[in-house]
């Protein structure tokens, strides 16, 4: 099987995967009650689960976009690959707090293909939707008719976990990563490429890899970002990843690819071991997510990263007053960090069916204009 199906079902099998089970069973495969692997005592841990300022940043994002497509009778966020539904917690509770008007028009929209995180996002979610709030559930973009939301389409660590193919250049020919079972151990083999929409992938970002050049390419991660644009009518969409422009991405030093596991925040790069019971991830090329986003009338808003944004936005506001030393503080602190979060993870707008709007979270600029569109290394 190519590597993409190998990591396919690592993730996503309906009994065995770790996002459908959530590491919801023993090292010899039994099941066990499932325990979140989000947070300082699971494998990895998401913005959100720091601090709700991201929540807040969000919401003010939102309102400034409502008020650009002038307070539509009903304003969707469409988030996708929610976890457990701090995100969505934290911005039903900002919205509440700071815009009655749009918290009444506000649809809160959950793509969700796990089980076992729509139920735990329905368990943080339920408290609103006693209250009155507007939540409902999918299970996939295609159930969603093309144009049908308006307001913004926002994931945040949601493209990092696409499957993605791995290929590597031998003897100047493109190759692709296969998995095959040997004994009781998975092993990798290297054959032509399963798809020809491989080599196509690499033709339309101008890359010309160099011998012994390992890297990943998510087909899967193009594709939605075409559906997304199938999807959103008119707004904003926001993606929120760690990851690189193709320039970067394709960089000599990185070589040997991006590819990370985690397990009980230890990581590694070896997929063929705990399989089911550790993430898989992969960086993000931001320069293939806006490519596929313009085949599908998203246009190109800006690029930028978190600290930048979270500035632009006016994060001073949000921590005037407290205490420097609280726990608030120096949490929130991790997503300002130039060499961490705030620097790592980036944030790609697209907007559609509206003129090119000026936001204040894309107010200051760590990458030249047209970074994303720079074709990479020859």
């Not at 009650?33 to 959100?48: H, K, L, R, V, Y």
């Not at 590597?168 to 004994?183: A, T």
């Not at 949000?318 to 503080?329: A, C, K, N, Q």
Request: glycine residues 10%; proline residues 4%.
């Amino acid at each position: 099987m190519t590597f993409c199906r190998f990591m396919e079902l690592a993730l996503y099998d309906e009994e065995f995967g770790y996002y459908m089970t959530f590491g919801g069973r023993s090292s010899n495969g039994a099941k066990v009650p499932s325990q979140s692997q989000i947070g300082w005592d699971g494998d990895f841990f998401t913005a959100p689960y720091l601090h709700p300022i991201l929540a807040k940043a969000l919401v003010r994002q939102i309102c400034e976009i409502d008020e650009l497509l002038g307070r539509p009778e009903v304003f969707t966020v469409l988030e996708m690959g929610a976890g457990e539904g701090l995100l969505a917690r934290d911005v039903l509770a900002e919205c509440a707090a700071t815009d009655e008007d749009l918290f009444g028009r506000l649809v809160y929209l959950l793509v969700e293909r796990s089980p076992v995180m729509r139920d735990r996002q329905r368990h943080h979610l339920t408290p609103w939707i006693n209250k009155g709030a507007s939540i409902s559930w999918t299970q996939s973009l295609g159930l969603l008719g093309d144009g049908s939301v308006t307001g913004i389409v926002v994931s945040n660590e949601l493209v990092d976990a696409f499957p993605v193919h791995r290929v590597r250049i031998e003897h100047g020919v493109l190759k692709e990563v296969f998995v095959v079972l040997e004994g009781d151990r998975f092993v990798e083999e290297v054959s032509d490429p399963s798809t020809p929409a491989l080599e196509e992938f690499l033709k339309a970002l101008e890359v010309r890899l160099s011998e012994g050049f390992s890297t990943e390419i998510s087909l899967q991660a193009v594709e939605w970002m075409k559906n997304v644009g199938h999807v959103l009518g008119k707004g904003v969409v926001m993606t929120i990843d760690y990851g690189h422009t193709t320039q970067d991405y394709f960089a000599p030093s990185r070589k040997d690819g991006t590819l990370l596991c985690y397990y009980r925040h230890t990581l590694s790069q070896n997929p063929y071991e705990r399989v089911g019971l550790q993430d898989i991830t992969a960086h993000v090329n931001f320069s293939s997510l806006a490519q596929a986003g313009e085949e599908s009338n998203l246009c190109v808003t800006g690029f930028t990263n978190l600290m930048n944004f979270l500035l632009g936005i006016g994060v001073e506001e949000m921590v005037e007053g407290l205490d420097p030393e609280s726990e608030v503080v120096r949490s929130a602190a991790q997503l300002l960090k130039p060499g961490g979060m705030g620097g790592t993870f980036k944030i790609l707008f697209q907007h559609k069916g509206m003129e090119r709007p000026m936001l204040r979270g894309l107010q200051y600029h760590p990458f030249f204009e047209g970074v994303l569109m720079e074709v990479g290394p020859a």
